[in-house]
């Protein structure tokens, strides 16, 4: 599944991407923004798969926007203008969409997207973190869950717990969106270990971590639950 959001200040071009979103299996319109502004908070803590991205909005322009991330995010431009459609190569974007697009369009747009994410996949699997003078490899797939706090963090795995000197934004743009989701301000699950759901915990092994009000409803979203 690819997670993306949509950011433009236009809300008829946000309900033609809703529209033609809703006709693709395999993509989720995880949420949309008029600003760049709210988006950029969101990023920051909620990195997602794809971003569809308009120039010309509110308070800095998309490819301010792109500058102050990070982690540059996979992108498809959504714009009027076609003065801008050499510049967006410079970000590596997907493709470049002028509006008004058909949905013919646009999915050729998304599987193209769908073709490099795969590909960004099945390179990465693992990341480093530092711990005192090593660099430790953790594989995604093990880590359980992680727990911020400050500029510290507890990163659980199915051998150890691991604490390093990083902070949760840190910590989110080394994962990857698909498989991470944040269910509490200080806690961030790995989707595929879970093992229930009860009582606004998820169990994971022995653990169980609490789910704010803040998360639940995107995260039973995620996982089509009422």
């Known amino acids: 599944m690819i997670r993306a959001i949509a950011i433009d200040d236009e809300p008829k ?5 809703q529209h033609h979103t ?3 299996d395999n993509l989720e319109l995880v949420s949309v923004f008029y600003n760049s502004k709210d988006a950029l908070a969101f990023l920051k803590q909620n990195p997602v798969d794809l971003i569809f991205l308009d120039i010309n909005i509110p308070h800095m322009s998309g490819l301010e926007l792109l500058e102050n991330l990070n982690l540059k995010p996979n992108v498809i431009f959504t714009t009027a203008y076609t003065e801008f459609a050499i510049e967006s190569y410079d970000y590596n ?19 193209k997207a769908a073709q ?4 960004q996949k099945k390179l990465d699997t693992f990341f480093f973190i ?3 003078f090593k660099n430790i490899k953790l594989e995604y797939r093990s880590i ?7 500029n510290y963090l507890d ?5 150890k717990v ?6 949760f934004k840190e910590i989110i743009e080394k994962l990857p969106a698909s498989a991470f989701m944040r269910v509490h301000q200080s806690y961030l699950i790995n989707v595929s270990n879970i093992d229930k759901i009860e009582n606004n915990q998820v169990c994971i092994n022995s653990y169980k971590i609490p789910i704010s009000n803040n998360y639940k409803d995107a995260f039973f979203k995620r996982l089509n639950l009422s």
């Not at 071009?13 to 991407?17: D, F, G, K, M, R």
């Not at 974007?93 to 599987?111: S, T």
């Not at 359980?144 to 400050?150: A, N, V």
């Open 13 to 17: 071009a946000i309900q033609v991407i």
């Open 130 to 132: 530092k711990d005192g």
């Open 144 to 150: 359980l869950f992680i727990k911020g706090s400050g």
């Open 93 to 111: 974007a997907i493709d470049y969409l002028l509006k008004p697009f058909e949905f013919d369009r646009f999915h050729v747009a998304i599987n």
């Open 155 to 159: 990163i659980t795995t199915k051998e």
């Open 162 to 167: 691991y604490s390093p000197r990083m902070t």
């Open 116 to 119: 490099r994410i795969a590909s």
């Open 22 to 24: 809703s006709k693709i």
